[in-house]
């Protein structure tokens, strides 16, 4: 069975300050790997995913994360916060065959200060 | 181009009684998720329809929930009857693709927030 554990329900940073959300996956095969963001009272939107093709992968608004097998995480980062990206953030792990479900993590809010 | 559209965006019930959710997929998308999400957490796949067919649904507690989803485009999702714990926010989603081994994307509704009292 896959799962995903993120570390830090919160996480608080100043505007300007680097973004690092963390995630590590568990996997008996090799996993593909998603970030979503949910903005209060919206769904999900996906930021980025990994596919098993280049390790590092760039998403939406600054975000990008690198797939590290060694350590089995998958990390989100952004250089420098914006006082709109304070929302809460999803990594969600899948295998890569079948119609295997997307397995959410409990999710880390992001908080932004001026 | 439009959307997940979900209806209604919030509701409230009392404990035994019945509600159902309405999901209307972006066009064309052939696989569609109901998730729910209760607070605090992320979401968990309740059941996947693959066009009007049901492809994993291990997770519905069968003996209050049901979902169907006609002629492979809108849903429903039904809880009869609900209890506390069923408070949660239902999420809808879609994706485009049929093949088993699909890389595409799920587009999120912006879901249903259920209050049992």
């Known amino acids: 069975a896959q799962s995903v554990t993120q570390l830090g329900s919160h996480v608080s940073v100043s505007e300007g300050a680097l973004v690092l959300l963390r995630c590590n996956y568990s996997?008996?095969?090799?996993?593909?790997l998603f970030w979503y963001v949910q903005y209060p009272n919206q769904g999900l939107q996906l930021l980025l995913k990994?596919?098993?093709?280049?390790?590092l992968v760039k998403g939406i608004n600054g975000f990008e994360a690198e797939f590290k097998k060694s350590e089995t995480s998958f990390h989100l980062t952004k250089p420098s916060a914006h006082m709109s990206d304070a929302a809460e953030y999803f990594c969600?792990?899948?295998?890569?065959?079948?119609?295997?479900?997307?397995?959410f993590g409990t999710g880390t809010r992001l908080l932004v200060s001026p | 181009e439009a959307g997940v559209a979900q209806s209604p965006r919030y509701k409230i019930i009392e404990k035994r009684q019945s509600v159902a959710f309405w999901c209307n997929p972006i066009?064309?998308?052939?696989?569609l998720y109901w998730y729910q999400q209760i607070l605090g957490q992320g979401p968990k796949l309740l059941i996947q329809?693959?066009?009007?067919?049901?492809?994993?649904d291990s997770q519905l507690p069968k003996d209050r929930f049901s979902a169907e989803r006609l002629k492979g485009v809108d849903s429903t999702l039904k809880i009869q009857p609900a209890k506390l714990e069923d408070s949660a926010v239902y999420l809808c989603?879609?994706?485009?693709?049929?093949?088993?081994?699909?890389?595409?994307?799920?587009?999120f509704g912006p879901g249903t927030r259920l209050t049992v009292l």
């Open positions: 969600a792990v899948r295998t890569n065959t079948g119609f295997q479900k997307l397995v």
């Open positions: 989603a879609s994706s485009p693709s049929f093949l088993r081994d699909s890389t595409d994307t799920q587009y």
């Open positions: 996997s008996s095969v090799p996993p593909y």
């Open positions: 066009s064309g998308h052939a696989t």
């Open positions: 329809f693959q066009n009007n067919g049901v492809v994993d």
């Open positions: 990994y596919t098993s093709a280049a390790t």
